[in-house]
């Protein structure tokens, strides 16, 4: 049996993936949350096989559960699911730890091939992000300056982004505030920013925040 949480802020969204997965055979729904701190306790406690995460959500991102996830070394799979499809967000989902991308328009049946697939430990990308980071490496560009931050500086780009001040920072992450200053001071420095309303502008602009986050910072 497949077990599987879902974390989403939109509770049409988790009852429609619960709606299609729980009538298929050999998966079970064995939770939901409805934002970031609630979705990793639930996997903390639940262990599922396979969690589907929103990667725009309340109080930790996609990529900070993700990535959160993998450094405690926990054994699920997460699949991202969200409305972004440029080629430089999966390719850092993918970095942070993620083993599938799915955008929410797909269909039915290819979130329940992507749910076993990576059940199974095998990487699930959607057909249209596939090629996009095909093309992407390929090009050998890189067309996303958040490529260059490390998966920790990402993670502070991103809390700074939300509207986090540097103490809550620092607690989130089990960092001094000092090492949380050096991380900001090396990623603006290489997103070519000087303060936390033009990184979430630039975080937006390249898919890593939705309008809400933003708004935080406004």
Do not use: W
Request: charged share 25%; glycine share 8%.
């Amino acid at each position: 049996m497949i077990e599987v949480v879902l974390v989403d802020d939109h509770e049409l969204v988790r009852t429609g993936f619960r709606m299609i997965l729980a009538g298929q055979p050999g998966i079970e729904i064995v939770g939901e949350a409805a934002d970031g701190e609630e979705g990793l306790a639930l996997i903390r406690r639940t262990k599922p096989d396979v969690a589907l995460v929103d990667v725009h959500m309340p109080r930790l991102t996609g990529i900070e559960l993700t990535d959160r996830v993998r450094r405690s070394k926990l054994a699920t799979r997460i699949v991202i699911l969200t409305v972004v499809n440029e080629a430089p967000f999966p390719k850092r989902l993918i970095e942070a730890g993620a083993s599938g991308y799915l955008t929410k328009g797909c269909a039915a049946e290819e979130l329940v091939r992507a749910v076993r697939q990576v059940a199974e430990g095998r990487r699930y990308l959607s057909p249209d992000v596939a090629e996009a980071l095909a093309l992407g490496v390929l090009d050998g560009n890189r067309v996303s300056p958040f490529d260059a931050l490390s998966a920790r500086e990402l993670d502070v780009a991103l809390m700074l982004a939300q509207g986090r001040d540097m103490q809550n920072i620092a607690s989130l992450l089990k960092l001094s505030a000092k090492t949380v200053a050096t991380y900001k001071y090396r990623l603006f420095e290489k997103l070519g920013v000087d303060n936390a309303v033009a990184l979430a502008d630039l975080a937006h602009m390249h898919g890593m925040l939705d309008n809400r986050a933003r708004a935080l910072t406004g």
